[in-house]
């Protein structure tokens, strides 16, 4: 039974920071890009950032590049997005994606419907 099961959200001042992680389990962990996505009340779902199988590859969103880091451990089965400088406009549930091809077709990793399996998702308040 595959699971993502994400934590580390919160509420956080601006230009604070937070550290999510995502653990996963019932697959082979190293075989797949793993990501986040966000999404905010009232707008669609958004891309954040993506890293590659052995982390050879990472991508991040405009709105996030620089301020946002994502890594994985393969050891653990986790992946991470560290949140730095955190803006109201970063709140959003956030959530673990997987799959085991996104990295093999050029733009294909911000497209959520692509990836295999989503966890639940970990809310990150930013306040003002």
């Known amino acids: 039974q595959v699971q993502l099961v994400e934590s580390g959200g919160g509420l956080v001042q601006a230009g604070g920071s937070l550290r999510l992680s995502c653990a996963a389990s019932?697959?082979?962990?190293?075989?797949?890009?793993m990501g986040w996505f966000r999404q905010a009340p009232e707008k669609e779902r958004e891309f954040v950032a993506v890293?590659?199988?052995?982390?050879?590859?990472?991508y991040y969103a405009d709105s996030v590049k620089g301020r946002f880091t994502i890594s994985r451990d393969n050891a653990k089965n986790t992946v991470y997005l560290q949140m730095n400088s955190l803006k109201p406009e970063d709140t959003a549930v956030y959530y673990c994606?997987?799959?085991?091809?996104?990295?093999?077709?050029?733009?294909?990793?911000?497209?959520?419907?692509?990836?295999?399996?989503w966890g639940q998702g970990t809310q990150v308040t930013v306040s003002s």
């Open positions: 994606v997987a799959d085991s091809k996104i990295m093999s077709y050029s733009g294909r990793y911000a497209q959520g419907d692509k990836y295999d399996y």
């Open positions: 890293i590659s199988r052995f982390g050879g590859s990472i």
């Open positions: 019932g697959f082979t962990f190293s075989r797949y890009a």
